[in-house]
Nanobody
Framework: QVQLVESGGGLVQAGGSLRLSCAAS????????MGWFRQAPGKDREFVAL????????YYEDSVKGRFTISRDNAKSTVYLQMNSLKPEDTAVYYC????????????????????WGQGTQVTVSS
């Protein structure tokens, strides 16, 4: 498994931008699918974006398509989430997650495919 630490959350006005980072420790980061999820108060954790280890095109939840971009730097063992045109409904705790094993291609929204989670970082978008 990998250990994950998110950073970059904060308070931003609607229409603004934030970039989240998730630093991983452990071996073989480049062979893990890496995802971002979020959880708003009183709601279930929901999928946001996925970066495939294999180089397949990233996958996004519909509501963030065209606004959010996931990327990764394997040399730094870090995955990023660039969030533009933020909306109040994007307010949530954001979590990064790694596939439960290397070389596994996950199903994007299937939580059980992810074996490691960060502690989360709060994103608040004011109207």
């Amino acid at each position: 498994q990998v250990q994950l630490v998110e950073s970059g959350g904060g308070l931003v006005q609607a229409g603004g931008s934030l970039r989240l980072s998730c630093a991983a420790s452990g071996r073989s980061f480049s062979y893990y699918d890496m995802g971002w999820f979020r959880q708003a108060p009183g709601k279930d954790r929901e999928f946001v974006a996925l970066s495939y280890w294999s180089g397949l095109s990233p996958y996004y939840e519909d509501s963030v398509k065209g606004r959010f971009t996931i990327s990764r730097d394997n040399a730094k063992s870090t995955v990023y989430l660039q969030m533009n045109s933020l909306k109040p409904e994007d307010t949530a705790v954001y979590y990064c997650a790694a596939g439960r094993e290397p070389w596994l291609t996950v199903v994007p929204g299937r939580l059980r495919d992810f074996g490691s989670w960060g502690q989360g970082t709060q994103v608040t978008v004011s109207s």
